[in-house]
């Protein structure tokens, strides 16, 4: 029989598959209509599991960019991953075996689930992070493959597929303004780029809003780790 932290990695990954199975569906059609193999969109999903990075990627792959223009844009797209990072450092301490995989597979819908603590009923957490992040990427490859078998029988048209990304975020970041526990982080992710757009521009305020927003996280974990030391003192 499965574990409580099976069945509860389980309900809780339900609504990101609703998310995922569209988006990789997506991946696998755009991916294969745009010259490649199915296998390796395939391979893709289930190795780099990059979110909308997998979608850019595309367009960078048939456009020729240099490795270095790849590499580049990579780091830009997917640096808030460090920020979630760092505030998942407490969740994930003495995860054991199961880190590295955690740490691989901490996606934007993932983390806006396990930030918020282990459900009441967990009893193995670092378990049940795990489990939530496996259950989250397998919809995703699922989709993929899906995606790509579909564009194997159907010639479907793709157009406006790529937005489902953007759509995805939106009803993310609605989850984490209407979760009184992160409100204080998703008033920090409207403020801070809302400020650099208006001093950078809308040409160059996405990397100053991520540089202060990882800032302003550095000093919150250590402040918080400094009054836990205090505390056990």
Same mark, same amino acid.
């Given at each position: 029989m499965a574990s409580k932290e099976t069945k509860? /990695?389980?309900?809780? @990954?339900?609504p990101v598959m609703a998310g995922y199975m569209t988006l990789g569906i997506g991946?696998?059609?755009?991916?294969?209509? /745009?010259?490649?193999?199915?296998?390796?969109?395939?391979?893709f999903s289930a190795l780099?599991?990059? *979110?909308?990075?997998?979608?850019?990627? %595309?367009?960078?792959?048939?456009? *020729?960019?240099?490795?270095?223009?790849m590499v580049l844009m990579t780091l830009t797209v997917n640096l808030r991953h460090i920020f979630y990072s760092i505030s998942m450092?407490?969740?994930?301490?003495? @995860? *054991?075996?199961?880190?590295?995989y955690m740490v691989f597979a901490?996606? &934007?819908?993932?983390?806006?689930?396990?930030?918020?603590?282990a459900p009441e009923g967990v009893e193995d957490a670092p378990k049940y992070y795990f489990l939530l992040s496996l259950f989250d990427q397998s919809y995703w490859v699922l989709g993929t493959i899906?995606? %790509?078998v579909l564009q194997?029988?159907?010639?479907?048209?793709?157009?406006? %597929? &790529?937005? @489902?990304?953007?759509?995805?975020?939106?009803?993310?970041?609605? &989850?984490?303004?209407?979760?009184?526990?992160?409100?204080?982080? @998703?008033?920090?992710g409207i403020v801070v780029p809302f400020v650099c757009l208006l001093i950078f521009g809308s040409a160059n305020f996405l990397i100053p809003s991520l540089i /202060?927003?990882?800032v302003i996280l550095c000093i919150a974990v250590l402040v918080e780790l400094k009054k836990g030391e205090d505390h056990e003192n």
């Open positions: 509860i /990695a389980f309900i809780k @990954s339900l991946f696998g059609l755009v991916y294969t209509s /745009a010259g490649f193999s199915g296998l390796w969109a395939i391979l780099v599991y990059a *979110g909308s990075m997998q979608y850019v990627s %595309v367009n960078l792959l048939t456009s *020729g960019a240099s490795p270095i223009a450092l407490g969740k994930y301490k003495g @995860s *054991g075996k199961y880190k590295p901490l996606t &934007d819908e993932t983390f806006s689930i396990a930030c918020n603590g899906l995606g %790509v194997e029988l159907v010639n479907i048209p793709f157009t406006g %597929v &790529d937005f @489902s990304m953007t759509a995805l975020f939106i009803v993310t970041f609605t &989850d984490q303004i209407l979760n009184r526990k992160s409100l204080s982080a @998703s008033a920090l /202060a927003i990882g």
